[in-house]
């Protein structure tokens, strides 16, 4: 038992908490590059731009270091679906959502909505696999955690901005559908491949739409490419380990870990934007997202 503990501790434990600390560093670092990049909270597609340039440069790099690993880069035939269809809800609808949405709210406030993703991914997996099924400790702790995602509001709903914390939801949304879809499509594939590709495509496709609708950065510095270059490597690392994580093990045991997006999130937002994290609604609801994935996450501990 001791041996298996430390087993979970170093291939399941550690790099999940790896993965969620840069994902929770990532609200407070877009809203600092769109200061840096010039990029204002009423230019979507310039937000689309800038969450391009990020994805495509972290795609690329994760295809670099494939190749040099000796790895192929090229994908097979039966490799092309499962790259779209990750690079869909992964790269795609969760992104265009979260750039926009991220834009009209606080980091502390997006960290924790972004946090919502695991409570999906669990709801997707006990509706199409049959090994990921909710329990009462599962459902009491999704209930817990969308308690918290109503705290965030004034009064409940009242304050809570469709434009901006709904997007940054519905991004969550499609962040859980794409952990269903790894799990799906990756067991017995090279998570490099996969991810490299995904965020190339998913990128491109930002970029794109950013570009045909006008979009452009405002500036360039050397503090904004020296930032953006530090999302470029979060986003290649963190992306590879979680799915190559959702290869490994069930998404109920990997996705629990999400409890951790909105702590390093709200952390990181006091840190890099001075942002005040001690007030009641934000501590309330940083305890009840947090409290609700940690009981799920027991529940599955003790399957």
């Known amino acids: 038992m001791g041996e298996q503990k430390r087993s979970l501790l170093r291939q399941l434990y550690l790099p999940a908490v790896l993965c969620t600390a840069l994902w929770g560093s990532a609200a407070p670092c877009v809203k600092r590059g769109y200061e840096l990049f010039a990029v204002s909270a009423d230019a979507p597609f310039s937000q689309l731009v800038f969450a391009g340039w990020r994805f495509a440069l972290a795609g ?58 695991t409570f999906f991914a669990l709801l997707l997996a006990h509706c199409l696999l049959p090994n990921d099924k909710l329990n009462r400790r599962k459902t009491l702790g999704c209930i817990c955690g969308f308690a918290g995602v109503l705290a965030l509001g004034l009064g409940g709903l009242n304050g809570f901005n469709l434009t901006g914390d709904g997007l940054v939801l519905l991004s969550a949304v499609s962040a859980g559908a794409g952990a269903l879809v790894s799990r799906i499509y990756t067991p017995g594939r090279d998570p490099m491949l996969l991810t490299g590709w995904q965020l190339l495509i998913g990128g491109c496709f930002l970029l794109g739409v950013g570009t045909m609708g006008g979009g452009a950065l405002g500036r360039v510095t050397l503090g904004g490419v020296l930032l953006l270059g530090y999302m470029i490597v979060l986003s290649a690392a963190a992306f590879t380990i ?24 709200t952390l990181f937002s006091a840190l890099v934007l001075g942002e005040n994290i001690f007030t009641v609604r934000n501590l309330a609801a940083l305890v009840l997202v947090s409290g609700g994935i940690a009981v799920a996450n027991s529940a599955s501990t003790k399957k």
Not at 60 to 85: C, N, Q, S, Y
Not at 243 to 264: D, E, M, Q, R
């Open 242 to 265: 979680w799915t190559a994580l959702l290869g490994k093990f069930p998404v109920g045991k990997v996705s629990l870990f999400g409890f951790l997006i909105p702590v390093f999130g």
């Open 60 to 117: 690329i790099l994760v295809l670099l270091v494939t190749r040099l690993k000796g790895h192929r880069i090229v994908p097979k035939r039966d490799e092309i679906k499962p790259i779209l269809a990750i690079s869909l809800f992964q790269s795609m609808l969760q992104y265009v959502c979260y750039y926009i949405g991220l834009s009209g709210t606080t980091g502390t406030k997006g960290s924790v909505l972004s946090g919502t993703q």
